[in-house]
Nanobody, 123 residues
């Protein structure tokens, strides 16, 4: 399974970015998806997740109300729309997927990870 994340870049505070994560080579029919970020000198932090089935979305406190996770099943692509970006959102953002039944907001449940895309929020 390969995950290709893209869409990162430099943005001013208050700006927006949309990250994409293309999933390829999978052998399972359904998967849950998570976005995780890692700021310099910090541990990986859960951002947002969504299960394959249903409309439920799970967000961290810092992401709720500003970020939106979505998916295009036909394109096998997951998105993270980030609005009202803040300086503290600066990090490498990773997407990951899993086909097991573990909870969607637990990072350690995810088996397949992309390479990350850097988001820098700076004035």
């Amino acid at each position: 399974v390969q995950l290709q994340a893209s869409g990162g870049g430099l943005v001013q505070p208050g700006g927006s970015l949309r990250l994409s994560c293309v999933v390829s080579g999978r052998t399972f029919s359904a998967y849950d998806t998570v976005w995780v970020r890692q700021a310099p000198a910090k541990e990986r932090e859960f951002v947002a997740a969504m299960p394959w089935r249903g409309d439920r979305r799970v967000y961290s406190d810092s992401a709720r109300g500003r970020f939106t996770i979505s998916r295009d099943k036909a394109k096998d692509t997951v998105y993270l729309q980030m609005n009202s970006l803040k300086l503290e959102d600066t990090a490498v953002y990773y997407c990951a997927v899993k086909s097991n039944s573990g909870t969607v907001d637990k990072i350690s449940n995810y088996d397949y990870w992309g390479q990350g895309t850097l988001v820098t929020v700076s004035s």
